[in-house]
């Protein structure tokens, strides 16, 4: 059975201005526990059907797909044309030692 995620937020690299390359990691909420997983990670797991995620906009689910640009693969919302608006508006991800959350 495929597990499927909602992201809720973003861990942004530092210095990278092409939005294609800009995210770092995806984060989130699964079974009452706070999860954190690299880009690469979860591109393995959709394109080898282990887990598939999601976010919510305006009420809706949108799929999180992987895109390619100019060879590079990306995370990205399944509505989104050239670049990942969906997950670059998502908050960004705290650090649970700070006593933030999600």
């Known amino acids: 059975m495929v597990t ?3 992201i ?3 861990t942004r690299r530092h210095h990278y201005f092409d939005p294609h390359e800009r995210i770092e990691s995806v984060g989130g909420v699964y079974l009452g526990h706070r999860w954190n997983l690299t880009d690469y990670l ?3 797991y959709i394109k080898n059907k282990i887990e598939k995620y999601f976010v919510m906009v305006k009420g809706k689910k949108v799929k999180i ?3 390619n640009f100019m060879g590079h693969e990306y995370l990205k919302g399944e509505t989104d044309e050239y670049s990942p608006d969906t997950l670059l508006n998502l908050p ?5 030692s700070q ?3 999600i």
């Open 4 to 6: 499927i995620r909602q």
């Open 8 to 10: 809720n937020c973003i």
């Open 42 to 44: 979860v591109i393995h």
């Open 65 to 67: 797909v992987v895109g």
């Open 92 to 96: 960004i991800c705290v650090n649970r």
């Open 99 to 101: 006593g933030e959350h």
